[in-house]
């Protein structure tokens, strides 16, 4: 139905993106480990936090741009509108995580 | 460029969810006046703004539905990319409120 | 139990952002009226909700400030994880507004 | 001035819930690796992210439990707004990730 995501053209930037939050996500450990202070912990939470919802927000992007606009530029309005439905409740998603 | 927005079909109930929004904000200075636990004033604020978040969504939709999507059927394929990124800045000024 | 809340020295001062809260909403009604372009909505409804959030930040900052130091400060430390567990599940609320 | 940060009692705990964290997100690069659906991918990220938080509450939950508590119990109501200021920036910080 969806062979090719949306993102299938830059796959590895998004790979490299995620691999950099990995990265942080093993500093968080590692911070935790040498007792840093929890404010300082904190903050880094919020940094790969916001890392992870900016990839979110490229995928969601890639997936207007091509998905979304690609049923509608097919004319296949009812297809177009249960895509976009379906795109409004994974932001959704996010916006509640 | 975009005399009729996406949400215009149903304008009434659109404008009568942000009367009950603006109705809960009453409630929240009523909840302030009456010296309410400042955790139950929390609770309401977040419903508030849950609420809030709830009318963007349904902007979104509306918006990805008929702008966005207009835009793909009609062929041009500069503007409905320019309009997705546009509508993903606008999910992201959602995401960092 | 908890008679004064924490907000009480400027009880008028929050009441008053409140209204100004309000009167953003009744704005985004008359944008919505005058069929403003939807991601210019969108823009002004998350600018609310900063705004909704920082009077919720605001109340957390008075509550642990005076409730929750208050029961550290008595000794009771019972009382005090209590209100800890409780003002940490209203700040879980606010981020999945 | 902070040698034992809040969450010391239950390092290995928090690590393990970041250790499984990291897991997820070389789950992600899976998915995009086997071009997985858009919105699958993005179901997944929203759950990432709410892990995330889930270890940001934990931490401030710790933190006003043993250091703003701490500071409160001690009787330096100084220290002890100066703490309460710092972690409601910490919560601000999460939200508008």
New interface residues.
């Given amino acids: 139905m969806?062979?090719?995501?949306?993102?299938?053209a830059e796959?590895q930037q998004?790979?490299a993106r995620?691999?950099r939050?990995?990265g942080q996500?093993?500093g968080?450990?590692r911070l935790?480990?040498e007792?840093?202070?929890?404010?300082d912990?904190?903050?880094q939470?919020?940094?790969?936090?916001?890392a992870?919802?900016g990839?979110?927000?490229h995928?969601?992007?890639?997936?207007?741009?091509h998905?979304?606009?690609?049923?509608?530029?097919s004319?296949d309005?009812d297809r177009?509108?249960e895509l976009?439905?379906?795109?409004?409740k994974?932001?959704?998603?996010?916006?509640?995580?």
């Fill in positions: 969806h062979a090719t995501p949306g993102y299938s796959k998004v790979i995620l691999k939050i990995e996500v093993r968080l450990q935790i480990d007792d840093t202070y929890c404010i912990v904190l903050t939470v919020a940094a790969v936090s916001k992870l919802q990839v979110g927000l995928l969601l992007d890639e997936h207007l741009q998905c979304v606009a690609g049923a509608a530029a004319g309005t177009t509108t976009v439905h379906e795109a409004t994974a932001v959704e998603r996010l916006l509640r995580a």
